[in-house]
Nanobody, 115 residues
């Protein structure tokens, strides 16, 4: 019902910046919350940032002050601006959409930070 496509991943050096995009399509009117998760090698998937319909945002403590989540309602797209990247930010980043009674996931985009 909802399709999510991430883009913008890549390889950057520590201290650099990157912007991820996630375009939503399908039954987008059912979406309640959208956000970004990440999964590093050997670790569980964790919440990075979320944005609610009201515009309220939540961030993991590890990224506060460095990452910013935003949305473009016209384009039906959310973004994750990542600044001052650290090697520990290396992970596959997944776009997430929470709808009424169901969760949707993108296929992920790889972010690699070199030291």
């Amino acid at each position: 019902q909802v399709q999510l496509v991430e883009s913008g991943g890549g390889l950057v050096q520590a201290g650099g910046s990157l912007r991820l995009s996630c375009a939503a399509s399908g039954s987008t009117s059912t979406i309640i919350v959208m956000g970004w998760y990440r999964q590093a090698p050997g670790k569980q998937r964790e919440l990075v940032a979320a944005i609610f319909g009201s515009g309220t945002t939540n961030y993991a403590d590890s990224v506060k002050g460095r990452f910013t989540i935003s949305r473009d309602n016209v384009k039906n797209t959310i973004y994750l601006q990542m600044n001052n990247l650290k090697p520990e930010d290396t992970a596959v980043y997944y776009c997430h959409s929470g709808a009424s009674g169901v969760n949707y996931w993108g296929k992920g985009t790889l972010v690699t930070i070199s030291s």
